[in-house]
């Protein structure tokens, strides 16, 4: 069956409201009143139900069965990302959803080139990429839609890794070494976990040397290859998986 979102908002006495996807569903699909679809709401609930009502750019459907989804991790991963260029973080974005990550907080490292800048701008940049995860958690057939947070400095990032059970900085200068390598440091036990991934340039001594100084970071490489910033985040995430039996 085809699979729509909506906002938790739009569901109440029994009925699903659809505005968003109403005119592909009616206009594309060319979906008729008693068609059957299924309908998620982002917070990890999904329905199936039957169009009543098409009404141009509202679609209404009744609820005829709910459940919640099967589809989601039992680990919480988030995918720290250095800011990159260009249009590479919509990419990183909708591979992490795929893969089954819990939410996405780009930060402002001190050799990002490309800034989210502050203001409307931004904000339609963070819309846009929040647009792009539920487009791939729908795709995918995830019952939650993880978030795009706004930008955050290293000192937000760290704020945030320091409520989380582990984190895996991804960096070269030890990873490499061969001294620690992902699925060893992932033999720990943990629930909340965070990927920290630098931008184009890596991370700076400084960054480095705070993010390595928390308690709960680890370091960690991809074996000998250097993988480009898209590609880091979207490997570690696919291994974690792994490894914590999620894949």
Do not use: W
């Amino acid at each position: 069956m085809r699979r729509f979102f909506t906002e938790p908002d739009n569901i109440k006495d029994g009925l699903i409201e659809i505005k968003e996807d109403a005119a592909h569903i009616s206009r594309v699909l060319r979906m008729e009143k008693g068609d059957t679809i299924v309908v998620f709401d982002g917070s990890g609930a999904e329905y199936e139900a039957e169009i009543v009502e098409i009404d141009g750019g509202l679609i209404r459907a009744e609820i005829k069965a709910e459940q919640r989804t099967a589809c989601e991790p039992k680990i919480r991963v988030t995918l720290f990302q250095g800011i990159p260029k260009a249009g590479k973080l919509e990419t990183v974005v909708q591979k992490a959803v795929e893969l089954g990550a819990a939410g996405i907080v780009p930060f402002r490292a001190d050799r990002s080139v490309a800034r989210i800048p502050d203001g409307p701008k931004g904000e339609q940049k963070i819309a846009r990429l929040n647009k792009i995860a539920r487009e791939a958690a729908k795709q995918c057939g995830r019952g939650v839609v993880p978030e795009v947070a706004a930008p955050v400095s290293t000192d937000g990032m760290i704020d945030m890794i320091k409520n989380l059970d582990m984190a895996v900085m991804l960096y070269e200068e030890l990873g490499h070494a061969g001294e620690k390598n992902l699925k060893s440091v992932l033999s720990r036990p943990a629930v909340s976990i965070g990927v920290v991934i630098g931008p184009e340039g890596g991370f700076s001594a400084a960054e480095a040397e705070r993010l390595t100084a928390l308690p709960n970071v680890y370091t960690a490489g991809l074996g000998p290859r250097i993988l480009r910033t898209e590609t880091a985040g979207i490997a570690a995430l696919a291994v974690i998986m792994y490894e914590k039996n999620e894949i």
